[in-house]
């Protein structure tokens, strides 16, 4: 009983698990996918169907069409048979079946006999046994004795009965009789087949039918149009919905269907409805869904095929005869997938939904998860809201007579609402453009790493290859076409779920048949994010315009080097920005030359001061200072060179790239706005009119006025690290690197007075407008005002008293001292000469290389030495009024009368052989009044060393080559130049260069 009572309770359980399990004939569920996630898998699909090929048709007119199928199948088959070897053996066998029946009887009965008496023998023994144990314990030895036999008569008793069961048993196995031998008649073979193998295993006839000509067009053509329906049924955006103001979302919905069985030849309806949360924002509409077309009629699918099997065999003694009937039935079931019995509806309608129908051969809907899906579409500022009203889940009858409400369907749509609300509140889409609007940058950012790249290995086929992410505002079409710089871009494909196993694709002419790891190729990542490779060496120094060309009336998404405010750029991993809200801001180009890396100089200047605030207004700028050539082994990729009005020749490029971090704040990248003229305007306060200046070469850079970033102006006075990037340097390539140390600005300064140039000394005639000839060069200060004065140690004009400015410019807060060296104070000037101005002693600038510069130098020497030539080499080094300025080679004076910039002194009364001008090896000496220095020449790398002399020709046919530098001098601690030489030979006497008078 109580294992019965258990039993009821496990079945009770199992009973209440299983219909809780199953609240509903109906469940629906629903998740969401923002369109971006999938529209590289939407884009796929197009592809894929873009690039399904249809074999090209060829027509003969004379070939012929008719097909006939003309099969007879006739079987008739009756068996009989006598045998009398069987009939014998037949009638034996039933004699020897009916003794063996009997003889089984009797042993039946003798052993039911048996076991009543050992029954009977059982129980006395039992009793035996227990009048044994009443005597024993009486302990009379009488009874004892009498039980002990009762026992032992009675137990002989039982063993002797059971001796007799076991040999009325018989034989472990019943005899048997022998089969019959001998087939009286065999059962009917298999009928034989007239109809082809291929029609009675699948149904069809091997071969296609023969159409004619005309026939053959017209299929070609509705599978062109069915190939054409395919790709645009797939196009993600239908030109009927704005895209740009318009949020699409992918809605699965898992319908999971458990019929009764009252459900019987019922099908299944899902109905949806859309709106907009509170009815704000339209109403949205569905794009697309899937599965949209059943591959059977869902309102008529049945198949069945009966087959019974009936047969017949009589046999007696010698005669047989044998029959059979056979009918089939086969019933068949789900041969198709899911999908071939869904019809979806809906499309540019606010309610949708699907009919889920009967497989074949089957009564009922399947009892499953069916996955559907649909693309819907929400204008702007519309939250969607999906919603299933039970009513609308429904069972109807095939041909739509009649429809049964499911009784409380379990629905779950409220996460793919929340999901929905919350991405369309995140990243809402754009307004509409009102009328007449400037429309804003397509680009919404920018990402890309810039590499560099040696030209001289550089070729189209080891391209550098830049990854650039684009982000747009709006979308793209599928079928955009993309040029950079003209170049045109080819679509590359990504093989990941995709039909075409190879990714191979068509081969289209704007479709790559590799991949995205292809110079010049790009691939859409999401409706407004594309992938672009680009080959950085094919660009240059600047970033390549790209345009994205729509086919449909939305004009051309043009991404170029500009940088509107609201674009958000990382190159290299950093924030990139614009210091300065206005100017030309430009993109860095994608990749440059590896350039040689140098330390630059770097000046705050601050101009344009409004003096009526304290502390005064200014507009700042950061000055890189003009570099020497630099040691790059590459060529300049811009212009070698620019002309400018200045006395100082400009080394930048047209387009030098510099940067400013504050990585002690933060890890943006800010590009700053320079400008590489020969003048610089700054703007007067008082007239608001340009005040220009000479840039002297300098790289002027805006970095602190009315336009500088917000973001930047809130950052706290630190450390500043600049980097130039120059590639059209007049050296070839080059990377600078500055710092300028929060010392050196703040707001209760208006910049430290900083070196702003230094010309070189330069020669002017008696003649000119610079008075007699003398030497002059300029020295110019940034960050000083007028009054202000400079000193110089040594100071060889004015004994070290203070040197007013020659000329100063109010506006620029610049001035320029100017010094003049005459002739005969030549002497007086050093290589190294200290500066100091009086406002800043903290500070101290060097002036170098003075007296280097205008010291005699010698360009070049004739084989035979009878003509020398160079710059400086000139009468002005006389003070005296002795004789004649001239070379006095012993004792004969080879006069000199040539103006500074271009000397040539030669031996007019030479013969072949016997020049005056060089007997015997030595160093060059040049003689003045004021002392003696070594006679310099420029060597091939440009640097000036001392002249030695070799042994002098024997003739002038001996061709003997120019003389090589020597480099041997020294100098003495006032920086000047010494005759004195550490490995001169010993028989080398000096060639001493007199001038005025003899010595």
Not at 696 to 702: A, D, M, P, V
Request: net charge negative.
């Amino acid at each position: 009983m109580r294992n019965r009572v258990l039993w009821a309770a496990v079945c009770l359980s199992v009973l209440c698990s299983m219909a809780m399990g199953q609240a509903s004939e109906v469940t629906i569920g629903a998740e969401v996918w923002n369109y971006n996630r999938v529209y590289p898998l939407l884009d796929g699909l197009f592809q894929d169907a873009a690039s399904t090929q249809v074999q090209q048709l060829t027509l003969d007119p004379n070939k012929a069409n008719g097909s006939q199928l003309d099969a007879l199948i006739q079987s008739f088959q009756v068996q009989a048979g006598f045998s009398q070897l069987a009939g014998a053996q037949n009638a034996a066998a039933a004699q020897m079946s009916v003794a063996n029946a009997q003889y089984q009887s009797a042993l039946a009965q003798e052993q039911q006999s048996l076991m009543v008496q050992s029954v009977a023998a059982q129980q006395a023994l039992t009793k035996a046994s227990q009048d044994l144990n009443n005597a024993t314990a009486g302990g009379d030895p009488t009874q004892i004795a009498t039980a002990n036999l009762e026992v032992q008569n009675a137990q002989a008793l039982v063993n002797g009965l059971a001796a007799e069961q076991k040999a009325a048993q018989g034989p472990t196995t019943p005899f048997t009789p022998a089969a019959a031998t001998g087939t009286i008649a065999a059962t009917p073979s298999t009928f034989t087949s007239g109809v082809p193998a291929a029609v009675l295993s699948n149904g069809s006839l091997s071969g296609g039918p023969s159409f004619p000509a005309t026939k053959q067009l017209d299929n070609q053509m509705d599978l062109l149009w069915s190939r054409i329906s395919r790709v645009v049924g797939v196009m993600a955006g239908p030109d009927s919905i704005p895209s740009a103001t318009t949020k699409m979302f992918l809605l699965k919905f898992d319908t999971s269907t458990f019929p009764h069985k009252n459900r019987k030849e019922r099908i299944l309806e899902t109905r949806y409805n859309l709106t907009c949360m509170g009815n704000v924002g339209g109403i949205p509409t569905v794009v697309d869904v899937f599965p949209s077309v059943a591959a059977v009629n869902v309102a008529n699918t049945k198949y069945r095929d009966n087959a019974d099997i009936f047969g017949v065999l009589l046999s007696f003694l010698s005669f047989g005869f044998n029959a059979s009937y056979n009918r089939e039935h086969l019933k068949m079931s789900q041969t198709l997938g899911q999908a071939s019995y869904i019809t979806g509806y809906g499309v540019d309608q606010s309610t949708f939904g699907w009919r889920f129908g009967i497989p074949i051969g089957d009564n009922f809907v399947s009892s499953d998860t069916k996955i559907t899906f649909a693309l819907i579409a929400a204008p702007a500022n519309c939250k969607p809201v999906v919603a299933a009203p039970p009513a609308t889940i429904a069972w109807e009858r095939r041909d739509g007579t009649e429809a049964t409400a499911v009784a409380a369907p379990v629905i779950s749509l409220g996460r793919a609402n929340a999901t929905m609300a919350a991405e369309v509140a995140a990243d809402p889409p754009p307004p509409a453009l009102a009328a007449g609007s400037p429309a804003p940058d397509v680009v919404k950012s920018i990402s890309f790493n810039r590499a560099s790249y040696n030209p001289a290995t550089y070729t189209p086929a080891n391209p550098v290859l830049v990854a650039v992410s684009v982000t747009l505002r709006r979308p793209i079409d599928q079928q955009a076409t993309l040029t950079a710089n003209g170049i045109l871009l080819r679509r590359a494909r990504d093989t990941f779920g995709r039909a075409i196993p190879t990714g191979a694709g068509s081969g289209g002419l704007l479709e790559e048949s590799t991949g995205i790891a292809q110079a010049n190729t790009w691939i859409p990542i999401s409706p407004t994010n594309l992938l672009i490779t680009l080959d950085a060496g094919q660009f240059g120094s600047v970033f390549p315009t790209i345009k994205v060309n729509n086919p449909d009336p939305v004009p051309a998404s043009v991404i170029t080097a500009s940088f509107p405010p609201g674009r958000s750029v990382v190159v290299n991993g950093q924030p990139f920005q614009c210091l300065t809200v206005g100017g030309n801001c430009q993109l860095p180009s994608l990749g440059y030359q590896t350039p040689a890396s140098t330390k630059v100089s770097v000046l705050l200047w601050e101009a344009g001061c409004i003096s009526s605030v304290s502390p005064p207004d200014c507009t700042g700028y950061l000055v890189l200072q003009s570099l020497p050539a630099s040691i790059s082994g590459n060529s300049s990729s811009g212009a070698s060179a620019q002309a400018v009005s200045g006395t100082s020749l400009s080394p930048w490029g047209v387009n030098p790239e510099v940067s400013l971090q504050v990585p002690a704040l933060n890890n943006n990248v800010y590009k700053m706005n320079c400008s590489t003229g020969d003048s610089f305007g700054v703007t007067d306060p008082v007239t608001a009119k340009p005040d220009y200046i000479r840039a002297e070469g300098n790289l002027i850079c805006q970095f602190w006025d009315g336009d500088t970033l917000d973001e930047f102006a809130s950052l706290q006075q630190t450390g500043y690290q600049l980097q130039v990037i120059d590639q059209g340097h007049t050296g070839g390539p080059l990377l600078g690197t500055a710092i300028l140390p929060p010392g050196e600005w703040g707001s209760d300064s208006p910049g430290m007075p900083r070196l702003w140039a230094a010309s070189s000394p330069q020669w002017y005639d008696s003649n000119g407008d610079h008075g007699s000839g003398h030497w002059e060069f300029h020295v110019t200060f940034a960050n000083v005002v007028e009054g202000s004065s400079i000193g110089l140690s040594p100071d060889p004009v004015n004994g070290g008293k203070a040197i007013s400015a020659t000329s100063c410019d109010q506006v620029a807060r610049m001035c320029t001292w100017n010094f003049s060296i005459a002739a005969a104070d030549f002497y007086k000037w050093y290589d190294r000469i200290r500066l100091t101005l009086a406002n800043d002693p903290g500070d101290e600038w060097q002036l170098l290389n003075i007296r280097t510069q205008i010291s005699p130098l010698v360009s070049a020497i004739s084989p035979d030495y009878s003509t020398w030539s160079g710059l400086n080499f000139t009468s002005v080094f006389s003070s005296s009024a002795g004789p004649k300025t001239g070379l006095l080679v012993n004792k004969t004076l080879f006069p000199i009368n040539c103006v500074v910039t271009s000397c040539t002194v030669s031996d007019a009364s030479s013969t072949a052989g016997a020049s005056n001008l060089a007997k015997t090896p030595g160093l060059m000496i040049l003689q003045t009044d004021f002392g003696q220095f070594p006679l310099m020449q420029l060597s091939a790398g440009g640097t000036p060393q001392q002249i030695s002399i070799p042994q002098p020709p024997k003739n002038a046919a001996g061709g003997n080559p120019s003389p090589g530098p020597n480099p041997t001098g020294g100098a003495n601690q006032n920086g000047q130049q010494t005759g004195a030489q550490s490995n001169t030979l010993s028989n080398q006497v000096p060639i001493t260069i007199v001038v005025g008078g003899s010595k």
